[in-house]
């Protein structure tokens, strides 16, 4: 159980355009989903918090018109990436844990590799 | 925000050695969990043990939550086991997590 997944796995595109990447949770419920960008040989940093039925909450310095996130039920939150330039090119994944559960577990996705060009 | 720290940064073992990988953090937290990072990226839940001590066959970790640390042990080493490993908290009252930079681990034959 408790298996999130991603899609897609890698994309590729031209500077200027968008690019959305979906996060879904299989077997589980999860009002709260969370968005990480992970640089080569570096940590994962948490870009923003997605909460299903109202805004998401930004980290500082993550531009919210940029990365666009929209969770519209309980095992989907999407990220979009609009106008995308090179320097966004990065791992993005996402995480989630079971609503009804009394552990704060958290179950990752197997990420989004993001190339720009 | 809370801070995570790891060590050590980069680990060689000959296979069949044991290690022992700690993560100090910051302030009280109400969720750690340790991870592996596979070539491909995805993140393998080890752990999750925002207090006391666990085991998983090769692998025991333990968290001192009193004086906020975290160790995991790795027994009897397999290359497979090579990878980055990361401690990851939330602080109380947060549900995101707050990851450390990661112990990079290389199990030779």
């Known amino acids: 159980g408790a298996v999130v997944s991603q899609h897609p796995s890698r994309v590729i595109c031209k500077s200027g355009t968008s690019v959305k990447i979906e996060c879904r949770s299989l077997d589980f419920q999860a009002t709260t989903m969370f968005w990480y960008r992970q640089f080569p040989k570096q940590s994962l940093m948490l870009m923003a918090t997605?909460?299903?039925?109202?805004?998401?909450?930004?980290e500082q310095g993550v531009e919210k018109d940029k990365f666009l996130i929209n969770h519209a039920s309980l095992t989907l939150s999407t990220l979009t990436v609009t106008s995308a330039h090179p320097e966004d090119s990065s791992f993005y994944i996402c995480?989630?844990?079971?609503?009804?559960?009394?552990?704060?577990?958290?179950?990752f996705g197997p990420g989004t590799r993001l190339t720009v060009l | 925000g809370i801070q995570v720290e790891q060590s050590p940064p980069d680990l060689i073992l000959q296979e069949g050695a044991n290690s022992t990988l700690r993560c100090n953090f910051s302030?009280?937290?109400?969720?750690l969990q340790w991870f592996h990072q596979n070539p491909w990226g995805q993140l393998i839940n080890l752990f999750y043990i925002p207090s006391g001590t666990k085991q998983n066959g090769r692998l025991s970790a333990t968290t001192v939550a009193t004086e906020r640390y975290s160790l995991l042990y790795i027994s009897s080493s397999q290359t497979t086991d090579s990878g980055v490993y990361f401690c990851?908290?939330?602080?109380?009252?947060?549900?995101?997590?707050?990851f450390g930079s990661g112990t990079r681990l290389q199990v030779q034959p």
């Open positions: 997605s909460n299903e039925g109202s805004k998401a909450t930004y």
């Open positions: 995480s989630a844990a079971p609503t009804f559960s009394s552990y704060n577990e958290q179950f």
């Open positions: 302030d009280s937290v109400n969720n």
């Open positions: 990851a908290v939330a602080g109380t009252g947060r549900r995101a997590l707050t």
